[in-house]
Nanobody
């Protein structure tokens, strides 16, 4: 099995910062992409940022210049540094990884349980 465990969510004031972490563990052969999605109440889940091995990170337009994604390949961990947070960033943030558990199986997506980020004064 594969587990994605997120941490770092919480309540922050507008203009503040948070850092989310997500560690992948279990039977992992190769991770292709790790990233973050978010879902606000009444809205669809959307991509926030992702980083694929050997490629530059991708960001949603709404977070460019404010959020930074990084990855520790040795620890199978992805981070999301969020600066200049606004109430519009309030959502449940989900970690996602596209990975292979063995060399013989195709890659598939795995999801974390989600962590709440609330931006409010």
């Amino acid at each position: 099995q594969v587990q994605l465990v997120e941490s770092g969510g919480g309540l922050v004031q507008p203009g503040g910062s948070l850092r989310l972490s997500c560690a992948a563990s279990g039977s992992i052969f190769r991770i292709n992409t790790m990233g973050w999605h978010r879902q606000a109440p009444g809205k669809q889940r959307e991509l926030v940022a992702r980083i694929t091995t050997g490629s530059s990170p991708d960001y949603a337009d709404s977070v460019k210049g404010r959020f930074t994604i990084s990855r520790d390949y040795a620890k199978n961990t992805v981070y999301l540094r969020m600066n200049s947070l606004t109430p519009e960033d309030t959502a449940v943030y989900y970690c996602n990884a596209n990975l292979q558990t063995t060399r013989y199986l195709p890659s598939r997506d795995y999801w974390g349980q989600g962590t709440q980020v609330t931006v409010s004064s």
